[in-house]
């Protein structure tokens, strides 16, 4: 079965889709299959992934965007799959084993104005189509914005495990503590429609220091959400085994040079040797998912 793992933050600018997306190509790397939801109204992860030209055409129509499941008729997941989705300016593939289900801005007509039926939420239409490919995965991951309205429910819903990234500060402190608290009522409200083959809930694994400047020291913030984190493990409001990662990201101008290439960073000229790199600590963070996933 897939590992199933949304990354979100009440705080938003943490660089989480930065995170997700070159973790997935990690992952994808080592020769596993991942599949990347983009639940993010600003697409962002979407228009890296795809380039310009190929998200706009999207965009513009509609047609291959991740809102259109919930109009029944319309699309199934399995019809939005962009496979291998890095592809080279002549349309070569350039990372097998990394396939999309992009969004477009027109997501937030999920919060607005979808009406549908009350007695089949938006979070279950997706995870019954969801459950029709995760066989076909190795990682499903979930790059949800910083909330729990609608299109993170679907995420969080279909998701065993969530990750957070967090910046040194005071806010990504209380954006983790107001995600514990929606955590905590979103699972309440949604009980009643999990079956047995889903596992348990979502539950908070990790916090991963990401976009980390240089010269600035983490330690004290470390401290403060250890503590924090220690607390609610003791009320059980985040998982047994969820801990701080020892792999901190920091940041990097190649991974905005990544960003206008439209490619993970993995693609980027970093491979090297060298170990004082970010890509070397998105390796390293791949392979802390991977061995933590064995806690599981």
């Known amino acids: 079965m897939a590992r199933k793992i949304a990354l979100l933050n009440y705080k938003g600018g943490v660089g989480k889709t930065s995170l997700i997306v070159n973790l997935a190509a990690c992952l994808a ?12 109204t600003q697409s962002n992860a979407s228009i890296w992934l795809l380039r310009l030209e190929r998200w706009n055409k999207i965009n513009n129509t509609g047609v291959g965007a991740i809102f259109s499941i919930f109009y029944p008729g319309t699309a199934t997941l399995r019809d939005l799959l962009v496979r291998d989705v890095v592809e080279g300016k002549t349309g070569d593939k350039l990372l097998p084993g990394l396939d999309l289900v992009p969004t477009t801005f027109n997501l937030v007509d999920l919060e607005s104005e979808y009406e549908g039926d009350p007695r089949k939420p938006p ?20 790059d949800c914005p910083p909330n729990i309205l609608r299109a993170s ?20 402190l209380i954006g ?21 083959e889903m596992g348990p809930p979502a539950a908070v694994e990790g916090i991963i220091f990401n976009s980390i400047k240089a010269g600035v020291d983490i330690e004290v913030p470390r401290m403060r959400m250890q503590l924090r984190m220690n607390q609610y493990k003791a009320q059980r409001r985040v998982a047994s085994t969820a ?3 020892e792999t901190q990201v920091r940041d990097a101008t190649i991974v905005r040079r990544a960003v206008a290439l439209g490619l993970p960073v993995v693609l980027v000229g970093q491979e090297t040797e060298e170990k004082d790199n970010v890509l070397n600590d998105y390796r390293r963070l791949a392979q802390e998912i991977l061995k933590h996933g064995e806690l599981l």
């Not at 790397?29 to 993010?40: E, N, S």
């Not at 979070?123 to 991951?141: A, P, S």
């Not at 969080?156 to 990750?163: K, L, P, Q, R």
């Not at 995600?179 to 009980?191: D, G």
């Open 153 to 172: 429910q679907c995420g969080i819903f279909s998701a065993n495990e969530v990750y957070v990234p967090a910046n040194p500060d005071a806010l990504s």
């Open 123 to 142: 979070y279950l239409l997706f995870n019954e189509q969801l459950r029709e490919l995760e066989g076909e995965y190795d990682f499903i991951l979930f």
């Open 176 to 196: 983790f503590t107001l995600l514990v608290e929606k955590l905590h009522k979103f699972h309440q409200l949604s009980a009643s429609f999990r079956v047995a």
């Open 243 to 245: 801990r701080l990662f």
């Open 29 to 40: 790397r080592l020769g596993l299959r991942v599949l990347l939801f983009d639940f993010d």
